[in-house]
């Protein structure tokens, strides 16, 4: 079992910054390949940016490339995603899990106001 707890979501002004963290305990996090996911409502949930093990190799949704960056410290048994230049578009639920899908998070909310 891996357990993954997201924190840093709020209400931020369009143009602004974020940056999320996601937290794993119980099977070594460093083996996990890493995912962000985003609901906004009505939508079905979507990839947005994941992150191998190593963070040697980062991949990001079209709609998110140039603003978010995610990165991981398995020391610290986190992985972030820093988020810069937000858009109303970006308003969602985000959910980390781990690759695979076997994990998830309980997600934070993150609200863009234009």
């Known amino acids: 079992q891996v357990q993954l707890v997201e924190s840093g979501g709020g209400l931020v002004q369009a143009g602004g910054s974020l940056r999320l963290s996601c937290v794993a305990s119980g099977r070594t996090f460093s083996n996990y390949v890493m995912n962000w996911f985003r609901q906004a409502p009505g939508k079905e949930r979507a990839f947005v940016a994941g992150?191998?093990?190593?963070?040697?190799?980062?991949n990001y949704a079209d709609s998110v490339k140039g603003r978010f960056t995610i990165s991981r410290d398995n020391a610290k048994n986190t992985v972030y995603l820093q988020m810069n230049s937000l858009k109303p578009e970006d308003t969602a639920v985000y959910y980390c899990?781990?690759?695979?899908?076997?994990?998830w998070g309980q997600g934070t909310q993150v609200t863009v106001s234009s």
């Open positions: 992150i191998s093990w190593s963070a040697g190799n980062t």
């Open positions: 899990a781990t690759g695979g899908g076997a994990f």
